[in-house]
C-alpha cells in the first residue's frame, strides 16, 4: 500500500518538488 500510494505521489509531482522535498528531509526510499 505505502509504495503504491508512493507511486501515484511521484506521478503527480514534478522533479523540481522531488528534490525541494528531499531537501526538506523527505524520504522516497
Not at 508512493?6 to 522533479?15: F, Q
Amino acid at each position: 500500500a505505502i509504495q503504491e500510494g508512493r507511486g501515484k505521489i511521484h506521478c503527480k509531482i514534478s522533479k523540481a518538488d522531488m528534490k525541494r522535498l528531499e531537501k526538506a528531509g523527505f524520504e522516497w526510499r
